[in-house]
């Protein structure tokens, strides 16, 4: 009867962006019923230098153009502010571009919430309500902005809030870009038959707890979330899937507009080639390639390196400079420890969670670990 479209994470992914577009739209006409997209979070990223130095040109083009074929409800991630420095100012580019915005974020200046906290949609006949969480930990948020920010408690928020936002509505649903250890802490509450959009770990899974639809779809454009809500007669009955977003192709205007945008502001060192990719890889594969590279250089046992280090996943062909920055968001120092094979199994016990297959093998942010045979 209607279908919900979901992202999280976006982070000015370039490369797929054209053909994201091109794919929600196709979804949307295949579906032949009313079609919302939620974002859920991180549109921008600071790490590419052609969204930080055009001020997300192409990012806004592509919000811009789907607001104006269906609703477009953003919850407010940390990376609304990667490349401003003011809330408020993604606030107010928002409006212009026909984006609904949610958030309990509080804005500490004025006491008030920078958005309204929660959303309603009527989509073919059945409302759905939408309740917007933000991740409470002040330093994912860079300098300028955390200290404007006031954070609330996200299990008590939803204990005063739930009922008041979700009432009435024949799907209640939250978007919650607090991650999934905070998630943990409210799940439990929940009625059955509320879903949640999970966001801020960069994670990719779908499951059903204690009669909660909770699923999390990844990062950088990778994939699209399909929601599909059909009415019963005991309710709305949801069923979720992903569809893959191919890194080529796509809308030819948004095209245009990406490569006129690096044309303007990617340097030569931006463009130099670091490496050719023999083939593509999916995001694990990249993911524990580096992690491999990175032992086998210092010669270690074995490597680990944070989930959310990662991007876009590698692929086929030349890398550049901007492309491997798109890749491995964050630069520093590489650490050595020596550990005894028994505390090594433990650590590893507690990596790898993309393989977890229930809520309790979660925490949110993990490590990427290459796999060895251990002598405890």
């Known amino acids: 009867d209607a279908v919900l479209l ?22 949307r006409d295949n579906a032949a019923a009313p079609t919302a997209l939620l974002l859920n979070g991180d549109i921008f990223e600071r790490g590419n230098v052609v969204c930080l130095r055009s001020g997300g040109a192409a990012d806004w083009a592509f919000l811009a153009a789907l607001s104006a074929e269906m609703p477009v409800v953003v919850n407010l991630g940390n990376h609304e502010t990667a490349i401003l420095d003011d809330m408020t100012m993604f606030l107010a580019r928002a409006d212009q571009a026909g984006v609904q915005v949610i958030s309990n974020l509080m804005d500490r200046r004025t006491g008030r919430f920078l958005a309204p906290v929660a959303e309603t949609l009527g989509m073919g006949g059945i409302k759905v309500s939408l309740l917007g969480l933000a991740a409470t930990n002040p330093f994912v948020y860079r300098q300028p902005v955390r200290d404007t920010l006031t954070f609330l408690d996200t299990a008590q928020f939803v204990a005063d809030a739930y009922a008041d936002t979700q009432g009435g509505s024949d799907l209640a649903m939250i978007m919650s870009h607090a991650g999934v250890a905070p998630d943990k802490t409210f799940i439990d509450s929940l009625p059955e038959g509320t879903v949640m959009q999970g966001a801020h770990d960069h994670q990719s899974f779908e499951l059903r707890h204690n009669g909660v639809h909770y699923f999390h779809g990844g990062s950088w454009g990778t994939h699209l979330g399909l929601l599909s809500l059909n009415r019963t007669a005991d309710g709305v009955a949801t069923r979720y899937r992903t569809e893959a977003i191919a890194p080529t192709g796509g809308d030819a205007a948004l095209a245009d507009l990406i490569a006129a945008q690096k044309a303007e502001h990617l340097t030569d060192e931006d463009r130099a080639v670091v490496a050719e990719i023999p083939q593509a890889f999916d995001m694990h594969q990249s993911i524990l390639l580096a992690t491999e590279a990175m032992r086998a250089a210092t010669g270690a046992d074995v490597a680990m390196i944070g989930h959310t280090t990662f991007g876009a996943p590698l692929a086929a062909g030349p890398l550049t400079r901007y492309d491997f920055d798109a890749f491995v968001r964050f630069g520093g120092g590489l650490k050595l420890a020596e550990v005894s094979g028994a505390q090594l199994a433990d650590m590893v016990a507690r990596a790898n969670q993309f393989a977890a297959t229930d809520l309790s093998g979660r925490t949110g942010d993990y490590v990427h670990a290459a796999e060895i045979d251990i002598d405890p």
Do not use: C, E, F, G
């Open 6 to 27: 979901t992202i999280s994470d976006l982070h000015a992914p370039y490369a797929r962006l054209p053909a994201l577009l091109d794919t929600i739209r196709r979804v």
